[in-house]
């Protein structure tokens, strides 16, 4: 059964810090991109930050460059995102999501997400001003 599960979501004042996670099961992690996606009420589901597995390359969007940090334990198959400074905006339930490296890489737009097999069911995070 394949399984993307996100925890580390909670409710932390602007200017702090959180850490996501999303542990992967059911499919060759080594073969995927993950992204973390997010939506906030009332808004599109927009594209945060990914990781190709297999070589490390990475994605953040504009909103988040500089303040958030993707990586993976393959070990462990889980990628981590390392949410900092984060104010109001920020504010959104986050999904995690994964794409075949194939054709993550040839698609070369991440925020498509037609191409995102699998989808984990979110973590709420709450950033108070």
């Known amino acids: 059964e394949v399984q993307l599960v996100e925890s580390g979501g909670g409710l932390v004042q602007a200017g702090g810090s959180l850490r996501l996670s999303c542990a992967a099961s059911g499919f060759a992690f080594d073969k995927y991109a993950i992204c973390w996606f997010r939506q906030a009420p009332g808004k599109e589901r927009e594209g945060v930050s990914c990781?190709?597995?297999?070589?490390?390359?990475?994605y953040y969007s504009d909103s988040v460059e500089g303040r958030f940090t993707i990586s993976s334990d393959n070990a462990k198959n889980t990628v981590y995102l390392q949410m900092n400074n984060l104010n109001a905006e920020d504010t959104a339930v986050y999904y995690c999501a994964a794409a075949p490296t194939l054709i993550w890489s040839r698609v070369g737009n991440p925020l498509f997400r037609w191409q995102y097999e699998y989808w984990g069911q979110g973590t709420q995070v709450t950033v108070s001003s």
């Open positions: 990781i190709s597995i297999n070589d490390g390359n990475t």
